[in-house]
């Protein structure tokens, strides 16, 4: 967005100079096309002449061309392809897992050398602090659904108070009756269509949006009963809105003008509603735990009721109601997609290779039995799952939940590792290539969960080279959140279910992942899986 917007304002500034000078020279309508028509093009060529090129102190650099960059992301291409076929030849060539690439939003230099990573995400946040990241004009769809006062993108002082208060409520919430309820849910779901084929992508996003929801703040989206009820609906079509790159464009059609269109008009009304509806919650669950109305047991508390408590503990340090509402936002955005993907592509590589399924699914029995009924772990169960604890993070390294971090600025150089990055300049941890680094990892792209045994290749490797939750203090606070929710499931399916991939799938040969121009994991094919029952 920064590079469109610099580039319109660009062109508008100069043309304006331009046509005020040459336009009184102008005599006839056939030379004002001609000459405006030239105008035009030197001064679109001169603008994208300057963008085409990353900025001088970078150009030192390794780097992906604009040009490759923008022929990737119209073509929409693999993100596999696109790694083993412009990222990796770069690494071969010495770029020591550092370069520079383009994106919709200007230029940055990304990292996928683990001792470099390491520098960055372990030092302190005054270091390597966050980006100033332009989430839209005020009034637009994404601007007041990620716009606001949350922790992911502030810094500094609100951004310690914030991870003050947040913090105890996600070391406190391991609710895995409910993940395990809403398990059994998902069974009945499955069982009351005529078919054994499923699309994973989509029961599993209906699946982690209420689990985030009841988790998250005790509201029952009801997805898995419902996938077409008003609340899912409402939240669909802010999340496909979010992302309409029109809009993001031209912002005054989505403020000012967006009544011309009634699509897009309706989005904002559905975004009104959500915001009604998450305020209201707030406000009667600020009252509960006044109260001291707030029951059930401590692990299966909603994150809203534990941090609203957090609060009331730390005396002076407290959020909001929009700063509450703004991170709430985010931990569903966070935390919907990105765990139903990965429980989604587990599967998938359970099905590709039945000998690991078949390990998992032995060391789940030992654990939790064969009794031909739906069985919930407990906690110190689900900690018992070494192998498919070892499957989960082979399944984060492969296919990562977000190809990349958002960016930080350098505000000192960096010169390791045979790498020169200037201060001032915005780096991103480039996760999805860290994961592929051949120098890192052996056979990459192969799955291979006995990496992750003890002593095995991860825990041999210097640096940080498995990072698909970040690290360090900006390390994803719903790490352990998502785990737990992902061992009751796989754990659980893995009892029930067999499964397999069909032979005529578009997935057979590798995931159809794809999303360069916008760094977001995006599977545009159906994954269905073959399920059979074992009781």
Same mark, same amino acid.
Not at 182 to 196: A, C, G, P, R, V
Not at 229 to 257: L, Q, R
Not at 314 to 323: D, H, I, P, Q, V
Not at 433 to 447: A, C, E, G, I, S
């Given at each position: 967005?920064?590079?469109?917007?610099?580039?319109?304002?660009?062109?508008?500034?100069?043309?304006?100079?331009?046509?005020?000078?040459?336009?009184?020279?102008?005599?006839?309508?056939?030379?004002?096309?001609?000459?405006?028509?030239?105008?035009?093009?030197?001064?679109?060529?001169?603008?994208?002449?300057?963008?085409?090129?990353?900025?001088?102190?970078?150009?030192?650099?390794?780097?992906?061309?604009?040009?490759?960059?923008?022929?990737?992301?119209?073509?929409?291409?693999?993100?596999?392809?696109?790694?083993?076929?412009?990222?990796?030849?770069?690494?071969?060539?010495?770029?020591?897992?550092?370069?520079?690439?383009?994106?919709?939003?200007?230029?940055?230099?990304?990292?996928?050398?683990?001792?470099?990573?390491?520098?960055?995400?372990?030092?302190?946040?005054? +270091?390597?602090?966050?980006?100033?990241? &332009? =989430?839209?004009?005020?009034? #637009? !769809?994404?601007?007041?659904? /990620?716009? $606001?006062?949350?922790?992911?993108?502030?810094?500094?002082?609100?951004?310690?108070?914030?991870?003050?208060?947040?913090?105890?409520?996600?070391?406190?919430?391991?609710?895995?009756?409910?993940?395990?309820?809403?398990?059994?849910?998902?069974?009945?779901?499955?069982?009351?269509?005529? +078919?054994?084929?499923?699309?994973?992508? &989509? =029961?599993?996003?209906?699946? #982690? !949006?209420?689990?985030?929801? /009841?988790? $998250?703040?005790?509201?029952?989206?009801?997805?898995?009963?419902?996938?077409?009820?008003?609340?899912?609906?409402?939240?669909?079509?802010?999340?496909?809105?979010?992302?309409?790159?029109?809009?993001?464009?031209?912002?005054?059609?989505?403020?000012?003008?967006?009544?011309?269109?009634?699509?897009?008009?309706?989005?904002?009304?559905?975004?009104?509603?959500?915001?009604?509806?998450?305020?209201?919650?707030?406000?009667?669950?600020?009252?509960?735990?006044?109260?001291?109305?707030?029951?059930?047991?401590?692990?299966?508390?909603?994150?809203?009721?534990?941090?609203?408590?957090?609060?009331?503990?730390?005396?002076?340090?407290?959020?909001?109601?929009?700063?509450?509402?703004?991170?709430?936002?985010?931990?569903?955005?966070?935390?919907?997609?990105?765990?139903?993907?990965?429980?989604?592509?587990?599967?998938?590589?359970?099905?590709?290779?039945?000998?690991?399924?078949?390990?998992?699914?032995?060391?789940?029995?030992?654990?939790?039995?064969?009794?031909?009924?739906?069985?919930?772990?407990?906690?110190?169960?689900?900690?018992?799952?070494?192998?498919?604890?070892?499957?989960?993070?082979?399944?984060?390294?492969?296919?990562?939940?977000?190809?990349?971090?958002?960016?930080?600025?350098?505000?000192?150089?960096?010169?390791?590792?045979?790498?020169?990055?200037?201060?001032?300049?915005?780096?991103?941890?480039?996760?999805?290539?860290?994961?592929?680094?051949?120098?890192?990892?052996?056979?990459?792209?192969?799955?291979?969960?006995?990496?992750?045994?003890?002593?095995?290749?991860?825990?041999?490797?210097?640096?940080?080279?498995?990072?698909?939750?970040?690290?360090?203090?900006?390390?994803?606070?719903?790490?352990?959140?998502?785990?737990?929710?992902?061992?009751?499931?796989?754990?659980?399916?893995?009892?029930?279910?067999?499964?397999?991939?069909?032979?005529?799938?578009?997935?057979?040969?590798?995931?159809?992942?794809?999303?360069?121009?916008?760094?977001?994991?995006?599977?545009?094919?159906?994954?269905?899986?073959?399920?059979?029952?074992?009781?």
């Amino acid at each position: 967005m920064i590079f469109i917007n610099q580039l319109i304002q660009t062109l508008n500034t100069k043309a304006d100079v331009l046509v005020k000078l040459v336009g009184p020279k102008l005599r006839t309508r056939t030379g004002a096309a001609s000459i405006s028509t030239a105008i035009a093009l030197a001064l679109l060529y001169t603008a994208i002449k300057k963008y085409m090129r990353p900025p001088k102190q970078l150009r030192h650099l390794a780097t992906v061309s604009y040009f490759d960059f923008l022929s990737y992301a119209f073509r929409d291409e693999l993100f596999e392809n696109y790694s083993k076929e412009k990222v990796m030849p770069l690494f071969k060539k010495g770029a020591n897992g550092v370069y520079v690439r383009p994106n919709v939003i200007g230029w940055n230099v990304e990292l996928a050398n683990p001792l470099i990573v390491k520098h960055v995400l372990l030092k302190p946040e005054t +270091t390597f602090p966050k980006a100033t990241m &332009d =989430l839209g004009a005020s009034g #637009t !769809l994404i601007h007041q659904f /990620l716009g $606001g006062p949350s922790m992911v993108f502030l810094s500094g002082a609100d951004w310690k108070r914030h991870k003050k208060i947040a913090n105890p409520a996600f070391q406190r919430s391991m609710p895995v009756k409910t993940f395990g309820n809403l398990t059994i849910k998902m069974f009945k779901t499955m069982e009351s269509y005529d +078919t054994n084929t499923f699309d994973v992508l &989509d =029961l599993f996003e209906r699946l #982690t !949006l209420d689990a985030i929801g /009841l988790a $998250g703040f005790d509201f029952d989206f009801n997805a898995l009963g419902d996938k077409n009820n008003k609340w899912v609906h409402y939240y669909d079509s802010i999340k496909i809105g979010m992302a309409n790159p029109f809009f993001m464009i031209f912002p005054a059609f989505d403020t000012k003008w967006v009544h011309w269109f009634k699509k897009r008009q309706q989005v904002h009304d559905n975004m009104a509603k959500f915001k009604e509806n998450l305020d209201n919650i707030i406000t009667e669950k600020r009252a509960l735990v006044a109260k001291n109305m707030s029951d059930g047991l401590e692990s299966e508390k909603d994150l809203l009721t534990l941090m609203i408590e957090s609060e009331m503990s730390l005396g002076g340090e407290t959020m909001s109601n929009e700063e509450l509402r703004s991170n709430l936002y985010l931990f569903m955005l966070a935390g919907h997609d990105t765990s139903s993907n990965t429980l989604a592509f587990t599967l998938y590589e359970l099905a590709q290779n039945p000998e690991i399924q078949k390990k998992a699914r032995e060391e789940v029995i030992r654990i939790l039995g064969d009794s031909p009924e739906d069985t919930i772990p407990t906690l110190e169960q689900t900690k018992q799952l070494s192998y498919v604890n070892m499957i989960m993070k082979e399944t984060m390294r492969r296919h990562p939940p977000a190809y990349n971090t958002t960016a930080r600025v350098a505000t000192e150089d960096i010169n390791m590792a045979g790498v020169y990055i200037p201060k001032g300049t915005e780096m991103c941890l480039d996760i999805y290539n860290l994961h592929h680094n051949p120098d890192v990892w052996m056979d990459p792209y192969k799955f291979d969960p006995e990496r992750f045994a003890p002593g095995g290749e991860a825990d041999n490797q210097q640096g940080i080279a498995w990072a698909p939750f970040s690290n360090g203090a900006r390390q994803c606070i719903g790490m352990n959140f998502s785990l737990v929710e992902q061992r009751v499931v796989l754990s659980m399916l893995l009892k029930k279910y067999t499964w397999t991939l069909p032979a005529d799938s578009p997935h057979k040969d590798t995931l159809q992942n794809r999303g360069i121009a916008w760094g977001l994991v995006i599977t545009k094919d159906k994954l269905d899986l073959i399920f059979e029952k074992r009781y």
